[in-house]
């Protein structure tokens, strides 16, 4: 969790570093312990983390999205090294939460970023996510996104307790 703090700082100057946000100060429930949960990790050959991304159950705390009933996850914690940019990771981290999320039968992902997140609001439309609103929120012009993955399973090779990738 400290990498994920330290990148959160990075991205977000402005924010006060000492106020932890409320999926982290859980982090072990919301991501880890939840059975809609998981957070995974890429390493490189030294196995310095490279990359991270997760998802956590979806608590409905945006009163004016249309987000229906069906198990709806959201998508957080999306970040690649800068020097491993641009080589696919981010989707090979995505593309691997999207196989687990099949695997846990979760019907649609969210997400919320944000314009002053270079290429993240691009990213995203290449992953399949759809724009649900762009608004305000707290102050920051926010994307709120979702894609529906359906309850059709996956086939694959992947153990449910592998969430690590060696790049």
Not at 46 to 73: A, C, Q, W
Not at 81 to 103: S, V
């Amino acid at each position: 969790m400290p990498y994920v703090i330290e990148f959160r700082r990075d991205l977000f100057p402005t924010l006060d570093p000492t106020i932890v946000p409320k999926d982290l100060l859980n982090f072990m429930s919301n991501y880890i312990e939840s059975q809609t949960g998981i957070f995974l990790q890429a390493r490189d050959e030294n196995n310095k983390i490279i990359g991270v991304i997760g998802m956590m159950p979806f608590d409905y705390r945006f009163p004016h999205l249309s987000v229906g009933k069906e198990k709806t996850v959201e998508v957080a914690r999306l970040f690649v090294e800068p020097a491993y940019r641009r080589f696919g990771l981010g989707t090979q981290l995505f593309q691997e939460l999207e196989k687990q999320a099949h695997q846990k039968n979760i019907h649609r992902l969210y997400l919320h970023t944000h314009p002053s997140l270079p290429g993240a609001y691009e990213f995203w439309l290449k992953q399949g996510f759809d724009l649900m609103m762009f608004c305000e929120e707290s102050n920051f012009p926010t994307y709120h996104m979702q894609k529906e993955i359906g309850t059709n399973e996956l086939k694959n090779n992947i153990s449910q307790n592998e969430n690590i990738f060696h790049v």
